[in-house]
């Protein structure tokens, strides 16, 4: 599976926006980024997904680079709700039996929202 | 919403104990997966299963691990002989169908060996 690289922690104000970068430069072009994230205490949640177009959803929306080696997912304002642990992970589609959609997680970014 | 259920919440057992952990998938879906977070640490794939069987698993998913969907609801989690280092939140998540792309995560399990 290709890496990604995300800073450690990030910091915001609520209410302002966020935007939250990974890089993967070994991304093959198959490889679809997906965003997780973790809030304390619970199990890891879907946010959103992409493969080469900007994506929006009720969540967040996910603003992929034209090489498809960088993206950033951008909370447009954060509450103290957003503060978690956001992880970019890539993904290839899953097709048949060949691939079975594990995810693998890295450290991901600790997102913290001061009020 | 539906949502992925686990139980128990929080278990305690003795090294070298058997343990159950219970997962309630999302009704409908086709891929089950368990994953595991050590305190501190990330989270990390131990097995997938679809289709009544394992179709992917880990290094850390050992013979003292299996799987089992006993029924139509149910996705278990054994092992069969903890140790110290099985402490650790165990997540169970599933997945709609081949098309799908979330994964659906229960609560989690936290297990403490002692």
């Known amino acids: 599976d290709a890496k990604t690289t995300q800073p450690n922690s990030m910091e915001s104000n609520e209410e302002e926006p966020v935007h939250l970068p990974c890089n993967h430069s070994?991304?093959?072009?198959?490889?679809?980024i997906h965003w997780y994230r973790q809030l304390p205490s619970q199990g890891p949640e879907y946010v959103i997904h992409?493969?080469?177009s900007n994506v929006n959803n009720r969540m967040a929306s996910l603003a992929i680079a034209e090489d498809r080696k960088s993206s950033t997912l951008i909370l447009h304002r954060a509450t103290l709700r957003d503060a978690a642990v956001y992880y970019c992970?890539?993904?290839?589609?899953?097709?048949?039996?060949?691939?079975?959609?594990?995810?693998?997680f890295g450290q991901g970014t600790t997102l913290q929202v001061k009020p | 919403e539906p949502e992925v259920t686990q139980t128990p919440s929080h278990q305690v057992t003795q090294m070298g104990q058997e343990v159950i952990l219970r997962c309630v998938p999302i009704?409908?879906?086709?891929?089950f997966y368990w994953y595991r977070q050590i305190l501190g640490q990330k989270v990390e794939f131990l097995v997938s299963?679809?289709?009544?069987?394992?179709?992917?698993k880990s290094e850390i998913f050992d013979d003292q691990f299996s799987v089992e969907r006993p029924d139509g609801s149910n996705f278990t989690l054994k092992i069969r002989s903890t140790k110290l280092e099985d402490s650790a939140m165990y997540f169970c998540?599933?997945?709609?169908?081949?098309?799908?792309?979330?994964?659906?995560f229960g609560p989690g399990t936290r297990l403490t060996v002692t």
């Open positions: 998540a599933s997945r709609g169908t081949v098309l799908s792309y979330e994964q659906y």
């Open positions: 070994t991304i093959s072009g198959t490889d679809y």
């Open positions: 992409g493969l080469t």
């Open positions: 992970i890539l993904r290839v589609p899953h097709h048949g039996s060949s691939n079975t959609g594990k995810l693998i």
């Open positions: 009704s409908n879906h086709l891929y």
């Open positions: 299963f679809y289709n009544n069987e394992i179709s992917e």
